[in-house]
């Protein structure tokens, strides 16, 4: 089965909460989480703000093809009250945020896509500790790609 990593970070309300609620409806609605990183503390990262990131990585086997993950995904944003990636081209505070990282193929194939819609690998991952981190405790190989 194909694997999913995704990067979930938030900054607003009860941050470990938000990020229970999300990984309950990713295994509801994209697959099964595998494993799962530590929670990390980071600061804002392309914006100032007085509010931490708690941020993680998760392994996902999902039956669905990118392009319906990321609209999944995007779906669970919008579901924990998430309004708005980027305002005037600005990153700000958030709820939640899920990114799509990497899609393995069940041939253990990464995917390539370059959409307007979806980029994979996510193009600014290896630019952000608050992703590599997490990613690197679930897949160091990965990481080291």
């Given at each position: 089965?194909?694997?999913?990593?995704?990067?979930?970070?938030?900054?607003?309300?009860?941050?470990?909460?938000?990020?229970?609620?999300?990984l309950t409806l990713i295994a509801e609605r994209v697959g099964t989480v595998v494993?799962?990183?530590?929670?990390?503390?980071?600061?804002?990262?392309?914006?100032?703000?007085?509010?931490?990131f708690l941020n993680m990585a998760v392994k996902v086997e999902t039956g669905l093809?990118?392009?319906?993950?990321?609209?999944?995904?995007?779906?669970?944003?919008?579901?924990?009250?998430?309004s708005e990636k980027t305002v005037d081209g600005q990153y700000q505070d958030r709820?939640?945020?899920?990114?799509?990282?990497?899609?393995?193929?069940?041939?253990?194939?990464?995917?390539?896509?370059?959409?307007?819609?979806?980029?994979?690998?996510?193009?600014?991952?290896?630019?952000?500790?608050?992703?590599?981190?997490?990613?690197?405790?679930?897949?160091?190989?990965?990481?080291?790609?």
């Open positions: 089965m194909p694997a999913l990593y995704l990067s979930l970070g938030t900054n607003l309300g009860d941050r470990q909460k938000n990020l229970d609620c999300a494993c799962a990183s530590d929670r990390i503390e980071t600061q804002p990262w392309g914006f100032v703000s007085d509010n931490s093809s990118p392009i319906e993950a990321l609209h999944t995904t995007q779906a669970i944003e919008r579901e924990l009250g998430r709820l939640i945020d899920i990114d799509l990282l990497m899609y393995i193929t069940a041939d253990a194939i990464p995917v390539r896509l370059d959409t307007p819609e979806l980029t994979l690998p996510h193009p600014l991952m290896r630019q952000r500790e608050f992703v590599m981190k997490p990613l690197g405790q679930i897949a160091p190989e990965l990481v080291n790609m």
